[in-house]
């Protein structure tokens, strides 16, 4: 298999591979122009065709592409290139040559380390990690023993148990209540809230509250207080019939009821000092 | 009494080289003299009077270890006459195996660093990823900080295990390159013979 006559098909250019790589050095091509995965592509679905890996037609691509690689990648990225450009040509002799002198020294430097390094190989120490971390000695002022016993004696001591009390505290979901009252409507057109949540703990009423307030808010009941700390009787809509409230409302509120029965626990329906009026 | 008291030291200098003798032998670098005085929790002046009995006890034919200063400390190799049993012991270190690609870098890293792999591939011509990841694994070079005040691209030192490889004290025992020859000035002549023809 010969390289150069590998044919190939593409955007930019058709033909043999040699006839490509003669109209890129003469520059009547330009490279970046040219899908370089393409002519890969090619190579490989003809070496594909054969039983046999040829590796001297293998090495042969593999040169031409990298340098045709190369080329494109320069091209590409011109900046170089422009730099030395747009020097007139004594400035752009004098910057090469300044180049050429820095990589001549880099060379040189690179020559004299070969020999050393030649020169210096029958060096044999030994090498690797230190075994372990260098040790720092950090002095300690001196100590009373006796103040040593007392922090020991502080740390001896069981520590308080700690109190779970906290954990016990539930707070009844206010959507229960709203079922409730809801069904209480439904059989009677009015009904006393302290008879309602008398036998309840604190929080539960707390809830109960909160469920109210939401009913009035939907406007499915009206709520009437006579006086400070009268009883508050709760009646039904006769207008409205009752509609659920929408299931972001209800997800909504305990959570903002939850945050205002915590803060302020004692602060039931007895001490709220004002009257509802339905509208 | 007309003669003076003579203070002597509590420990003679003769065990305080067997001390020193210890430590170089437990140490896998180079250690200063400092670090010698702090583990022997002794005084310099008195390490480098020991480390000089050290030195002599070694320096005959008696002996296959040498002392010897290098990468700015004291440390134990193997006498160049032993290296051919050593090479039967260990394989060749890879530090020993260098592409001219990586003695190139490694000459600019060695006379220009802290520099970036940027101002390595300016000089080069070619970028010098690969031969800078090649030395770095090898240990013969280590980052050292950054470019413009910590933003830009990390900078390239040299390490002590290269002082050691090449057998230098330091960095400052590298010859000076200054002088790149006549022929340097005669490209430059040509050059400049090029460039004239181009204006003209």
């Known amino acids: 298999m010969i390289v150069r006559e590998l044919e190939l098909d593409l955007d930019a250019f058709e033909g043999p591979f040699d006839l490509l790589l003669a109209l890129v050095l003469k520059e009547e091509l330009d490279l970046r122009d040219v899908d370089l995965a393409g002519i890969v592509t090619a190579f490989l679905e003809r070496l594909a065709e054969r039983e046999e890996l040829d590796l001297e037609a293998c090495g042969e691509f593999l040169v031409l592409i990298a340098a045709l690689l190369e080329l494109k990648a320069r091209a590409l990225f011109p900046d170089e290139a422009a730099e030395l450009a747009e020097l007139e040509p004594e400035e752009a002799a004098e910057e090469l040559a300044r180049r050429l002198a820095e990589y001549r020294r880099a060379k040189e430097a690179a020559a004299w380390l070969r020999d050393r390094l030649a020169a210096e190989g029958d060096r044999y120490f030994r090498l690797g990690p230190a075994p372990c971390a260098p040790k720092v000695e950090t002095p300690l002022a001196p100590q009373d023993p006796e103040s040593l016993a007392q922090v020991l004696r502080l740390l001896a001591q069981e520590p308080p148990e700690v109190s779970l009390s906290h954990m016990a505290l539930r707070f009844p979901p206010v959507s229960q209540f709203l079922e409730r009252f809801r069904a209480l409507l439904q059989r009677r057109s009015r009904f006393d809230f302290e008879t309602e949540v008398g036998e309840m703990t604190r929080l539960e009423q707390a809830s109960a509250f909160l469920a109210l307030l939401e009913l009035r808010r939907a406007g499915e009941l009206s709520i009437e207080q006579a006086a400070p700390f009268a009883p508050i009787r709760v009646l039904r809509l006769e207008a409205s019939p009752a509609k659920p409230t929408t299931p972001g409302q209800k997800t909504a509120t305990p959570s903002a009821s939850l945050g205002l029965t915590q803060e302020n626990p004692a602060e039931d329906e007895r001490t709220a000092a004002w009257t509802v009026r339905s509208a | ?200």
């Not at chain 2, 590298?174 to 490209?187: F, H, K, N, Q, S």
């Open chain 2, 1 to 200: 009494m007309d003669r003076p008291l003579r203070l002597i030291p509590t420990d003679p200098l003769d065990k305080l080289a067997r001390t020193l003798e210890a430590l170089l032998v437990v140490a896998s670098a180079p250690l200063s003299v400092d670090e010698l005085a702090t583990a022997a929790n002794d005084d310099p002046e008195r390490i480098e009077d020991a480390l000089r009995l050290v030195g002599e006890r070694f320096a005959d034919e008696r002996s296959g270890i040498v002392l010897e200063h290098v990468a700015g400390g004291w440390a134990f190799r193997a006498g160049r006459e032993e290296a051919a049993a050593c090479a039967r012991l260990f394989e060749r270190p890879a530090q020993r195996n260098l592409s001219q690609a990586a003695l190139e870098t490694l000459a600019i890293v060695a006379y220009l660093g802290p520099c970036s792999r940027p101002d390595i591939a300016r000089i080069r011509g070619v970028a010098a990823d690969s031969a800078v990841a090649n030395l770095l694994e090898r240990g013969l070079i280590a980052e050292a900080g950054r470019d413009n005040g910590g933003g830009g691209a990390v900078r390239y030192r040299t390490t002590p295990l290269f002082e050691r490889i090449f057998g230098l004290d330091s960095l400052s025992e590298l010859p000076r390159l200054d002088d790149v020859g006549a022929d340097m000035a005669e490209i430059r002549d040509r050059l400049h013979t090029v460039a004239e023809k181009r204006s003209a």
